[in-house]
């Protein structure tokens, strides 16, 4: 089985903190994503990786970056947290980037930022 | 512009009664489409995709899903409800004009009553 695990469950930072919410998976997947999920809003795609050190951005990059150092692990940083990041975050990873691909998803990180 | 949507943001159902969950796509070409279940403070589940093949398909936990390209439509369905149903589902398109990204919905909250 897939197996995509995430760092935290839940996280409470101050506004202005440097965030690092980090994401390890075991298959070798390829592709990597990063979600925040809002009520009424569904999942959306914040930034993605389709290898080692390359990264583009999905639909809501901004106050965001991330980091792909290795195959396996896929960072996202809030350079400085404010309180409209306060969501949930969740990492997937996909063998590859086709169409078709199904994505395996993380158990997602709670983010508070009073 | 919208690429997908789900018609009802909650849906109640008492157990052993059909469920049914309904999703309608936006698309110039041949999607791939999916359901996935998030249950309560977990990630997210892939049920059942379709991807250009047979269009009733099967998923996991007994759900199916008819793709009906004259309405656009990819409603989800179960014959009978069960109490471990209750979770949060996700009606998720895929399309090439996206760069094969996966575009979801804003989910369906399904409630079942005892």
């Known amino acids: 089985d897939v197996k995509v695990t995430q760092s935290s469950r839940y996280l409470v930072k101050r506004t202005g903190e440097k965030v690092f919410l980090e994401c390890v998976q075991d298959?070798?997947?390829?592709?990597m994503f990063w979600y925040r999920q809002d009520p009424g809003l569904g999942l959306r795609l914040i930034y993605f990786?389709?290898?080692?050190?390359?990264?583009e951005k999905g639909d809501i990059p901004e106050g965001y970056s991330v980091s792909r150092e290795k195959k396996e692990r896929f960072s996202l940083i809030l350079e400085s947290a404010s309180t409209n990041q306060t969501s949930m975050y969740l990492c997937?990873?996909?063998?590859?980037?086709?169409?078709?691909?199904?994505?395996?998803f993380g158990p997602g990180t709670r983010l508070l930022v009073l | 512009a919208q690429s997908v949507t789900q018609l009802d943001s909650h849906v109640s159902v008492s157990e052993g009664t059909p469920v049914l969950l309904r999703c309608n796509y936006s698309?110039?070409?041949?999607?791939?489409l999916f359901w996935y279940v998030q249950h309560p403070n977990k990630g997210l589940q892939l049920l059942l995709k379709?991807?250009?093949?047979?269009?009733l398909v099967k998923g996991i936990n007994g759900f199916e899903a008819e793709f009906k390209k004259s309405e656009t439509s990819f409603h989800l369905t179960k014959p009978s409800a069960h109490m471990s149903d209750a979770a949060e589902y996700f009606c998720?398109?895929?399309?090439?004009?996206?760069?094969?990204?996966?575009?979801f919905g804003a989910g369906t909250i399904l409630r079942v009553k005892s």
């Open positions: 997937a990873s996909s063998l590859r980037g086709g169409v078709q691909e199904t994505q395996y």
């Open positions: 698309s110039s070409y041949s999607p791939s």
């Open positions: 298959m070798d997947h390829e592709n």
């Open positions: 379709y991807t250009s093949a047979a269009t």
């Open positions: 990786s389709y290898d080692v050190k390359m990264k």
């Open positions: 998720v398109v895929s399309r090439m004009e996206y760069g094969n990204k996966l575009v």
